[in-house]
């Protein structure tokens, strides 16, 4: 089931993939205070506990029949394996007091390991001899164990000299009655101050994917460039998932054999690594593999043409090896939930005049989800438009993904693929009116969320209603109810009547000031709209927000919106400026689910700044409203 070797292909792609490369050095507040936050929480040094994030490489027996005599002879095997790409890291947190050395699940806290420094006869730090630069080695040894255990651990965010000389410390403490660890955890503490100081967060590449490992080689480039490096992307994932499963495995059997020669329930040597290691990946994972399956079936049955050695029918037969070892692994009922992306007709078909008999079968076994192109599929039963994430950290351009058949394909076949659109020359008094009679509002309920991607379109929210001010074509024209006007493909949304009632809760404001509520309802009703609205009035003061808001200020801000203290402690570090600069994915990525309503809030917030001619007309209202407020509490 192995797919290493079956899915490269030694002629490196000749194909550069389109698009621009992230060139701003600006880096977001949000970007900054994660990394380090990150860092801080898993490296850091109190009294006489000091712990540190690292990698676990591989663990070895001192045995001859493993010719394994010295550690040198390990470092040869760790250096061998490495070349041939056997090395399967796991996160963990190695933790060191005056008593032991601890590993711990990055996750759950939980402890691995826990190798008293007596037991430790050996610490060494092995520098720049495989691809990771900085690796700390342990060799240990109970009283309960023939032969000692030669340990790996990669330092990915501190020097492995720093945690030698810690380790080294706190043995020497113990063995000669001295008191020196706690001079070079000073040291240590400083170095991982300076070091947190000067954390820069890694951009997210938004251009080319990174040098291609060689796998697919296409023949002509002609449009066909970018899809084929969605391809690459696609297969290395989907190998590296494979790879995890078969690592989780082995460590599962490992497991097992010693726990059938097991004389006792103690835990052994190494166990508690194995046992993470042996920890099959999550469901979303699963899923993540799965669609990138059929992702792949898409792509080659477009690229069919245009690739080869290996060719698409080829490496069809190469990704059945994969999608039943998943489907084994992840159970039957798994690959049936997955809708997204639907195959297009011309995968489908492809599929179907290629694959063997036993491949057939188990196609079919996944369920119309797989067998039933999106063509077949009514409109309001297709799945969102997927868009894929890559363990590179390359982000494919959007319209790749909205432009093709897996996800325009309708009923009666292909629809025309959306461009996106220049600015209409017509006013929006000419779209809403015939003949000089005005027309009635005519408003859309957005199916799938979108996000613009240049000054002509318009971000949307899944179950947002807009106006609509154009409808010709394949990009309409909507406007949010901010006022902010742009193109959105017609595909992600659907004409709506005002009159319905679930159309109210989309238009609750629960964010305005009384004045602006007020006012807002009075422009409403001179316009004699039908639209039902729902006004939900705050009940406690609203407190201030701009750009020269101080920390401080910012979290009373964010106390007073309702938000978790997560998210408050999250944001709370930064200045109003740093907060206004945060979009939705990054707000997202610090908050969790909660991202969304705080990115809201943000966005309203800095519409009433604009509204009011910036901060002093709002500052002013806050301030007299403040004072009243104080002045009514002192009576």
């Not at 460039?225 to 994932?237: E, K």
């Amino acid at each position: 089931q192995k797919m290493k070797g079956m899915l490269r292909n030694p002629v490196p792609s000749s194909c550069h993939c389109s698009g621009v490369a992230r060139s701003d050095s600006k880096l977001s507040a949000k970007a900054l205070y994660e990394q380090r936050k990150k860092y801080s929480n898993s490296n850091f040094i109190m009294q006489e506990t000091s712990q540190y994030h690292v990698e676990h490489l591989s663990t070895f027996v001192m045995d001859k029949t493993e010719s394994i005599v010295t550690v040198d002879d390990a470092i040869k095997k760790l250096i061998l394996l490495d070349s041939k790409d056997k090395i399967w890291t796991q996160e963990m947190l190695l933790q060191v007091t005056d008593k032991s050395v601890r590993l711990l699940d990055c996750d759950t806290q939980e402890e691995l390991e826990n190798f008293p420094l007596s037991t430790i006869h050996m610490c060494q730090a092995v520098l720049n001899q495989t691809r990771y630069p900085s690796v700390l080695l342990l060799v240990c040894q109970d009283k309960d164990q023939h032969k000692p255990d030669i340990h790996f651990f990669n330092c990915d965010e501190v020097e492995a000299e720093m945690v030698h000389a810690d380790i080294d410390s706190a043995i020497g403490d113990i063995k000669h009655g001295k008191n020196m660890r706690l001079q070079t955890l000073k040291v240590n503490q400083e170095k991982m101050k300076r070091h947190r100081e000067t954390i820069l967060p890694p951009s997210a590449p938004k251009g080319p994917p990174p040098a291609a490992r060689g796998r697919v080689a296409a023949v002509d480039t002609q449009g066909e460039t970018s899809h084929t490096q969605i391809l690459n992307c696609a297969l290395d994932d989907i190998e590296i998932f494979v790879a995890q499963l078969q690592k989780a495995a082995e460590a599962f059997a490992q497991l097992n054999q010693r726990n059938k020669s097991k004389k006792n329930k103690k835990k052994g040597p190494a166990e508690g690594m194995l046992t993470l290691r042996a920890k099959p990946p999550t469901e979303a994972e699963f899923i993540d593999s799965l669609q990138k399956l059929k992702l792949a079936f898409n792509l080659l049955a477009k690229l069919k043409k245009h690739i080869q050695n290996p060719s698409a029918s080829e490496l069809v037969h190469f990704l059945f090896g994969p999608l039943e070892l998943v489907r084994s692994c992840g159970g039957p009922e798994l690959p049936r939930s997955v809708i997204a992306p639907h195959l297009c007709k011309d995968a489908v078909d492809f599929l179907r005049g290629h694959l063997t008999p036993k491949e057939m079968t188990i196609f079919e076994l996944l369920g119309e989800r797989w067998t039933k192109p999106r063509a077949e599929w009514p409109r309001d039963q297709c799945a969102p438009p997927y868009y894929p994430k890559f363990r590179n950290g390359w982000e494919p351009p959007a319209e790749l993904f909205l432009t093709s058949p897996w996800e325009t394909e309708g009923p009666s076949g292909p629809s025309v693929s959306p461009i996106s659109p220049s600015y209409s020359k017509h006013s929006t008094e000419d779209v809403r009116s015939f003949n000089g009679i005005p027309q009635p509002p005519k408003y859309a309920k957005i199916r799938y969320s979108f996000v613009a991607r240049n000054a002509n379109e318009l971000s949307v929210l899944q179950d947002e209603i807009l106006e609509v001010l154009e409808d010709e074509k394949q990009w309409w024209k909507l406007r949010n109810r901010s006022g902010q006007a742009g193109y959105v493909p017609y595909n992600i949304l659907d004409v709506v009547t005002i009159e319905e009632p679930e159309l109210s809760h989309p238009y609750q404001v629960t964010y305005m000031l009384p004045i602006l509520i007020e006012e807002l309802l009075t422009k409403i009703n001179n316009k004699q709209t039908p639209r039902k609205l729902h006004v939900e009035r705050p009940s406690s003061i609203q407190v201030p927000l701009s750009s020269d808001s101080k920390p401080e200020q910012v979290t009373a801000w964010l106390s007073s919106k309702g938000f978790s203290k997560s998210t408050v402690d999250c944001l709370g570090i930064l200045t109003g400026a740093q907060l206004f600069s945060l979009n939705k994915e990054e707000l997202k990525a610090v908050c969790g689910d909660e991202g969304s309503r705080v990115f809201s809030q943000v966005t309203v917030q800095k519409e009433l700044l604009e509204k009011s001619g910036g901060t002093s007309e709002l500052q002013e209202i806050l301030t007299r409203r403040q004072e009243r407020i104080d002045s009514s509490n002192r009576y």
